[in-house]
């Protein structure tokens, strides 16, 4: 396909979302168990990555950026994922404390979106995540300066045989001191379901005064 004929199929490209709808009557009783449901339905369905969202931060100026992380913890606590502590995002959430994420499920015309204080994960849920981990994925966390400026591929590669060597023989990697996890808690937690005529269904559980209440908003 020539550039020109991308930018037109960009401009004409349209999905007729007729899949699913969602009504306040069908919602679970908590935004935790509803969001479970539809990661166990995106799982169920064989989405790619189903517990992959667009994580959110901005700098002490405001300044946005975005980026994938993997959700790897579900409760009435929060939405966890794991990461580095010296990353670029890192620095944003200790920064401002805040952060959104969006699971972006477009085979099933849906999207999830939470938003809320982060804080770190306990070192110990850290740790047990950790200790799930693929040692080549463990050895790469050592291994990686995330978000730092790297001189080339080579580095990196020379940087990973380092460790390799460093943890020969050593059955139980531990995990690297500024690696862990964060919990956002969410305070709004928006359910999307595309509907005929761009009348998509939006349901938002939203923390006022500690009750969680439930409204519908235009799409
Ligand atoms: C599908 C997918 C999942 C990812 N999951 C994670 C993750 O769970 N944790 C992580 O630190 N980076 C993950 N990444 C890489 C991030 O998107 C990002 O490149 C990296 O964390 C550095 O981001 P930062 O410089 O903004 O901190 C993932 C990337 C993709 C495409």
Redesign the pocket.
Known sequence: MSDSETARELLTARVAYELGSLDESELEATWHEQLTRWLAEATRAGLP?PN?MV?A?ADAEGRP????????GLDDRGVV????YT??????LLATGLASATFPWFPMQRQAHVRGPVAKVDPAETAAYWATRPRGSQLGAWASP??DTVASRAELEARLADVDRRFAGVEHIPPPPRWGGWRIKPQVVEFWQGRLNRMHDRLVFARDDGDWRIRRLAP
């Open positions: 990555e992959a994580l931060t950026s975005s980026r994938m992380v993997l959700c790897k994922f794991y990461t580095n990353s670029a995002k890192s620095r944003d995330q978000s």
